[in-house]
Every structure is written in C-alpha cells, then in structure tokens.
C-alpha cells in the first residue's frame, strides 16, 4: 500500500494512471497524450509497474501498459474505511467541533478575574446499580480512576480521601502514553467538604495552570445520590469561583469533559 500511494502521489504518473484507465495505451502514445518526452514516461511507467497497479506487455515493437484494478480497489476500501471513521468522529455536530467552538467563545469572554465566578453546570445519569456500588465506584479510588478523566484520557495519579476536609488530587495523560513518558495533560487539586456514603458527595478541586504556575479555577461539585428502583439517580451541580483569564480552555471542556466522566461511570456500573 505504501509503494502504491507513493507511485500515486506524483502528479504526472496520476495523469497516466487516469488515461490507462480509459483502455491500455501504448508508452508512445501515453507520452504525445501527457506532452511528456517518452524516457520520462517511461520512467514512471515503471515505477507505477513495481507498485503493482499498471502491467505491461511487449506487441511488436510497441510496449502496452494496462491498468489493474484491484489495487485501486484495495485502495478505495482501505480509503472508505478512513472516511467512515471519519465521519463518526468529525462530523459537524461531534464533540471535537463543539468544544472548538466553545474554547473561541470562553476566550472572548474571559477579559478579567473572576470573569465566570458563578458559573453552574448541571449533569444527570440514570445508573445501574443500587447507591451503595454507586457509591463505592464514586469513592474507591481503584474504581474511581476507571473512570474519572475524559475519552483518550487517563487517570495517571488519584488520591481520594472520602472524608470531610480529606485531600483531593487527580492527574491524568494521553490514554494511549501507557509508560508515562509523555507530559501530563492535567492535575487538579483539592478537598473532600461533605461526605454522606450513599447519598452525599461535595468537594473542591482547582485545575492547575501548565507548569503548576497557579489554578484556573475552583470547581465546587456536589453530587446526590438517591435510590430509583434497582438502580441510582445520579444529580450533578458544578458551579465555579475563583476564575482567571487562563481558565478559558478549562471552562470550555467541563460541559463535555465531565459529562463523558460520567458516561464512563455509567458504562462501568453497567458492566458489574
């Protein structure tokens, strides 16, 4: 596939792939097609032969390449497979898109300190499970880190102390940097304010700025726990203080990050 997509990739050895298939050609005539000289279509004749997408065959004193289908095939498969990935991930309505759009939006708004001090976000989940694994999966920090960092993230440092004024920490890289060798992408800290097993979580977290050079911003999560027949109704009130002019790009991921946080908690609960 490689050596096909180089072949491909050069503009006049593309022109002849496009004439060869209207029907085989002659290298002649393909060079008085391409206004070429025929030593350099030759040339590229050959290259497009080892890639495997022309033959060629000798008639006389003429030599007839053809064009072969199948690569091409292959290619458009492989091609398609790409698009329709593509199309699952990039459309114009999917999560990359709008966190772009919210992360122009933050950064107009954010002009001065404080500037979205009282902001609130509210999340809701219908969870499998009674409050009881609702709670454990909320305060083991085993089972918490399964879940608690957003899609290509992961938790790389947790410390969860599941008791009033307990610490709070949360680290969390590239999902795929499995050895930790490449740079963590972010690092909270904080506090336990309230804790209910099975019916009360509060805490405090700050986002650090790149390089630890202070917060972004204070994160004040309340989350309520309440039995809903074999499973749990889960209720979220994020609300923000403290904001700083850099805190912009942290803003604008909350709705999404921690929303697919606790969409990971749900399918994890899910599986149990």
Known sequence: MDALLTALADPARWRLV?????????VGVLAQLTGARQPQTT??????ERAGVVTSQRTGQRRVYALLSRPLLDLAEALNGLAAGAARVSGPDTV???????????????DSAGWADGRTFRFHRSLAGGPDLVWRHMTEPDLVAQW?????????D??????????????????EDTDGTEQVLGRAEGAVDDVRP???LAYRLSPLLPGGDGIAFTSHVE???????????????????????????????IEIGYGQTLDKLAANLHTN
């Open 96 to 110: 990359f898109e709008r966190h772009g759009i919210s992360v122009e939006i933050e950064r107009l708004a954010a």
């Open 148 to 156: 608690w960092a957003p899609e290509g993230l992961r938790v790389s």
């Open 223 to 253: 989350v309520d726990l309440r039995p809903h027949g074999d499973g749990t109704e889960l209720d979220v009130l994020y609300r923000i203080t403290d904001s700083t002019v850099d805190s912009a790009d942290f803003i604008a991921g």
């Open 43 to 48: 040339k590229h004749l050959q290259t497009l």
């Open 18 to 26: 496009c004439l060869l298939a209207e029907r085989p050609r002659a």
């Open 158 to 175: 947790l410390v969860l102390e599941a008791q009033p004024g307990g610490r709070l920490l949360l680290e969390y890289r590239d999902a």
């Open 198 to 200: 099975g019916e009360r």
